[in-house]
């Protein structure tokens, strides 16, 4: 009786996440990726960020953000819709953009429309004191309040993350 439950419960289980797997899926395909480079002359150390948005009601909702930790390629995978692309400097490291630090959109904060599908490559940006589009204050926290990790190859990990802790590496 009781191996027969343990197995059911892993049964359950395992659809469970066959479940979860078909949705992540689904949202993976009915994606677009954005890919470009950020360039520009900015100190060693400091995050930059990148991020697309749509503008609603005045204000811009970010579709997707990421954190490179040196001058270079990022990729933002976005769900259908018009997106401008933006990136600065984030000298203070308060995940905000602040007046002063190096930032740029991408063609002057001309609109990117993904369509749900496939890759839209060369979205570069130049980093410098210019005005953008977006006003300094805006902010690139992450809504529910977790770090932003760097995604960019090659980036520096830190030995005393939670992703490297006794708890996470008995989780396989």
Same mark, same amino acid.
């Given at each position: 009786?009781?191996?027969?439950?343990?197995?059911?419960?892993?049964?359950?289980?395992?659809?469970?996440?066959?479940?979860?797997?078909?949705? #992540?899926? =689904?949202?993976? /395909? $009915? %994606?677009?990726?954005? +890919?470009?480079?950020?360039?520009?002359? !900015?100190? *060693?150390?400091?995050?930059?960020?990148?991020?697309?948005?749509?503008?609603?009601?005045?204000?811009?909702?970010?579709?997707?953000?990421?954190?490179?930790?040196?001058?270079?390629?990022?990729?933002?995978?976005?769900?259908?819709?018009?997106?401008?692309?933006?990136?600065?400097?984030?000298?203070?490291?308060?995940?905000?953009?602040?007046?002063? #630090?190096? =930032?740029?959109? /991408? $063609? %002057?904060?001309?609109? +990117?429309?993904?369509?749900?599908?496939? !890759?839209? *490559?060369?979205?570069?940006?130049?980093?410098?004191?210019?005005?953008?589009?977006?006003?300094?204050?805006?902010?690139?926290?992450?809504?529910?309040?977790?770090?932003?990790?760097?995604?960019?190859?090659?980036?520096?990990?830190?030995?005393?993350?939670?992703?490297?802790?006794?708890?996470?590496?008995?989780?396989?």
């Amino acid at each position: 009786m009781r191996r027969a439950l343990l197995l059911l419960a892993c049964l359950l289980l395992a659809a469970c996440a066959m479940v979860k797997l078909k949705e #992540e899926s =689904a949202s993976f /395909y $009915a %994606s677009t990726a954005l +890919v470009g480079r950020v360039s520009g002359t !900015v100190q *060693a150390d400091t995050p930059l960020i990148v991020a697309a948005y749509a503008m609603q009601a005045g204000r811009p909702v970010v579709a997707h953000q990421a954190r490179l930790h040196e001058a270079g390629p990022y990729e933002l995978i976005v769900p259908a819709g018009q997106f401008a692309v933006f990136a600065f400097a984030d000298v203070n490291r308060n995940l905000r953009y602040d007046a002063g #630090e190096p =930032a740029g959109d /991408y $063609a %002057s904060g001309r609109v +990117v429309a993904a369509t749900g599908e496939g !890759v839209i *490559a060369q979205l570069d940006i130049l980093l410098g004191p210019g005005p953008t589009r977006l006003p300094a204050g805006t902010s690139f926290a992450p809504p529910d309040g977790k770090p932003l990790v760097d995604t960019q190859a090659g980036a520096p990990a830190r030995l005393d993350q939670a992703a490297y802790s006794p708890e996470s590496a008995s989780m396989g």
